[in-house]
């Protein structure tokens, strides 16, 4: 789990980490972190999942989707956030699925099966 | 015997066991004398003065800003325009709150999230331009200083931009903030100064309005970030309380500042105003009971203008909804009302778009628009302490100020209000209560319209997030680079160099951070020196 901004709220990556915790999951957060620590993350760890917080501009986090992508493709990838409708619009166009959770928005990507 | 549903026991957000209703006997034993107490008179619950809004309407006070300076100039200009009775300069994240300049890796590594949610402001040039125009000597000020370690930057670089203008720093009325929970709390930066140098930075900032800005409020201490990261209101209160202790601990131990000044100094605060406006009301009425509480009895103090908590309000961003969001005018206005009711004396109502971005120019407007309403239209302002005396309000707002001071003790256990965030202990607190509303909102045991029930969106309006400028990466580089290349160099590298001096030793920093703006000293080169003198916060949790 990483957060892609330099925005700090941690309300939402924690919640959600606890929950995936409480399901079984081993969760490595590694807060906030550029792509490239993101990348790097994702390899080391032999990651099944990347949960990123994606609170800030959508370019950044669509880098951060394409470049881990591009090292590990096939992925998943789910993210939360603070994400405006044209945000969401623009994920989707890149084959990611939106679902609407209880307490806002969640984006889950759901990649081709290859 | 089996349970009817109204047997149920329904508690407060601060989990308070309420009644179906009240009576009289419900008050309790030692609040009673206090309920025939008059507004303006100790111990104050029931408001800051008898004549009220009558005499003094609430400071329309938003939020504000993106992009380039001159974005955020523009839009504080149409708030006031609107009828915005204050402003606040808001500074970008990713270079204010971390003192980074826009060239720093980390920012370049995310740069189309600069300017996102405040303008950038590296030195005094883009202060200028952000507060042109502006009416800084006859309105009320913000300078956007909310971060403990940003705030000597903004606050310098405002007051130097005034005096450069020919206004009298002894005459200036504004605000800093300063506030711990903000970034020690609630949101986190990447990199920060720890707490105590923290402690430190606001106490030179005192001392400096005590003798050179006495109509500024110098720092104010904002339980809307400890609140909206899950604290529940008598946390809130307990939380504010043991940080203006600390404050002014530190005040009386270096003596430079008569007590009471100090007081009054750090007795202008800010509260968040959630959706359960009633028990809101009574927060605000037991903050004011509670401000008079501690500083007669822990400092003596109980002059009417010290002991009287002036308090702005910020309405629950958490609580406004991503879904159906023109539903959020209806919690802003009603949060709102809840602070009204408490009698606060100044207010920002979070905009409808919230949950999606900062606000539009149409969602900003309406926050200011809700207000006028609420001064204007609905004679809400005619009697002070609408709701004084009622036997639910008086009860609720005794039980809140107990409450509170238990959690007060609590953190005075945990080695005071500094201690408990250097540890986590705060953060524990927090995080609990965020996971309870989550699951309480998963389950359906909290409904929230349009979110959990009532999903059906008949609504034909769309609304987007507004994402303000792109360029404000580009533009801001350039500056950086302008600046760098065009001020007096020597100048500017003894005036740096005068600071880390003072920095290292335990002279108040604020003297040479105002020398520091004139000689256009930059934001990051001042962050790089705290790094160094002070090192990096530990963090106690992992985001």
């Known amino acids: ?114 | 015997m089996q349970k009817s549903p109204t047997d149920k026991a329904v508690y407060s957000r601060s989990g308070i066991e309420l009644k179906s209703f009240y009576t009289e006997s419900d008050i309790p034993q030692e609040h009673r004398s206090r309920v025939t107490s008059n507004p303006g008179d100790a111990p104050y619950h029931r408001g800051f003065h008898p004549s009220g809004y009558r005499s003094k309407p609430w400071r329309i006070f938003q939020l504000s800003g993106f992009g380039k300076p001159e974005d955020e100039n523009e839009r504080i200009k149409f708030l006031l325009k609107n009828g915005e009775t204050g402003f606040i300069m808001e500074h970008d994240r990713n270079t204010g709150d971390h003192c980074y300049n826009v060239d720093h890796p980390e920012v370049v590594a995310r740069r189309e999230d600069v300017g996102l949610t405040g303008a950038v402001m590296q030195s005094i040039r883009d202060t200028a331009i952000c507060m042109d125009g502006l009416p800084i000597g006859s309105s009320f000020g913000h300078a956007g200083g909310a971060v403990v370690q940003h705030a000597p930057f903004a606050l310098a670089s405002y007051w130097t931009v005034a005096k450069q203008r020919g206004f009298d720093l002894e005459k200036l009325p504004g605000t800093g903030q300063s506030d711990f929970n903000l970034t020690y709390l609630g949101c986190v930066t990447k990199e920060q100064i720890p707490t105590q140098p923290g402690l430190r930075f606001n106490a030179d900032i005192i001392e400096f309005c005590d003798r050179y800005l006495p109509y500024w409020v110098p720092v104010s201490i904002a339980g809307y970030n400890a609140a909206d990261t899950g604290l529940t209101p008598d946390q809130e209160l307990g939380v504010l309380f043991a940080n203006a202790v600390e404050y002014l601990d530190e005040i009386r131990r270096r003596g430079s500042v008569d007590l009471a000044r100090a007081a009054r100094a750090c007795g202008g605060v800010s509260f968040r105003a959630s959706i359960e406006f009633i028990e809101e009301a009574c927060k605000m009425r037991a903050a004011r009971l509670m401000w008079a509480d501690l500083l007669h009895k822990r400092y003596g103090i109980s002059d009417p203008k010290v002991a009287n908590l002036r308090i702005h309000c910020v309405t629950a961003g958490s609580k406004m909804t991503y879904q159906q969001p023109l539903n959020n005018i209806v919690r802003g206005t009603l949060m709102a009302l809840g602070a009204v009711f408490g009698g606060v004396q100044s207010l920002g109502v979070s905009g409808y778009d919230e949950a999606l971005s900062i606000p539009s120019e149409h969602a900003h407007q309406m926050s200011v628009r809700i207000q006028q309403i609420l001064q204007e239209e609905t004679g809400i302002s005619n009697v002070t302490d609408p709701l004084g005396g009622s036997y639910y309000i008086e009860t609720l707002t005794a039980q809140l100020a107990e409450k509170a001071w238990i959690f007060f003790d609590e953190i005075q256990k945990q080695g005071g209000y500094l201690a408990a965030l250097d540890s986590g202990w705060l953060h524990a607190c927090a995080s609990e209560n965020q996971y309870q509303e989550f699951m309480d909102m998963e389950r359906g045991d909290q409904q929230v319209i349009g979110v959990n029930c009532f999903k059906d969106d008949g609504s034909p309006f769309e609304v987007d997030g507004f994402m303000g400028t792109d360029d404000a990466f580009d533009v801001a580089t350039q500056r950086l680079k302008e600046v760098l290349r065009t001020r007096h160099e020597a100048g500017a590298a003894s005036a740096l160099k005068q600071l880390e001096a003072d920095c290292r030793s335990d002279a108040n920093i604020m003297p040479a951070m105002m020398e520091a703006m004139s000689a256009e000293v930059t934001l990051g080169e001042i962050g790089d020196v705290y790094r160094d003198v002070f090192g990096n916060w530990d963090t106690p949790i992992q985001t």
């Open chain 1, 1 to 114: 789990m990483a957060k892609t901004g330099l925005d700090g709220h941690w309300r939402g990556p924690t919640i959600v980490a606890r929950a995936l915790r409480d399901a079984g999951f081993e969760v490595i957060m590694i807060g906030m972190a550029n792509t490239d620590d993101i990348v790097t993350s994702a390899v080391d760890e032999d990651v099944d999942l990347v949960g990123l917080n994606i609170g800030g501009h959508i370019d950044v986090a669509i880098r951060s989707i394409e470049n881990v992508q591009a090292v590990r493709p096939g992925l998943p990838i789910f993210a939360g956030g603070t994400i405006p409708p044209h945000a969401a619009k623009q994920l989707e166009a890149l084959g990611v699925e939106v679902y609407l959770s209880a307490q806002n928005i969640c984006i889950l990507w759901m990649p081709q099966s290859s």
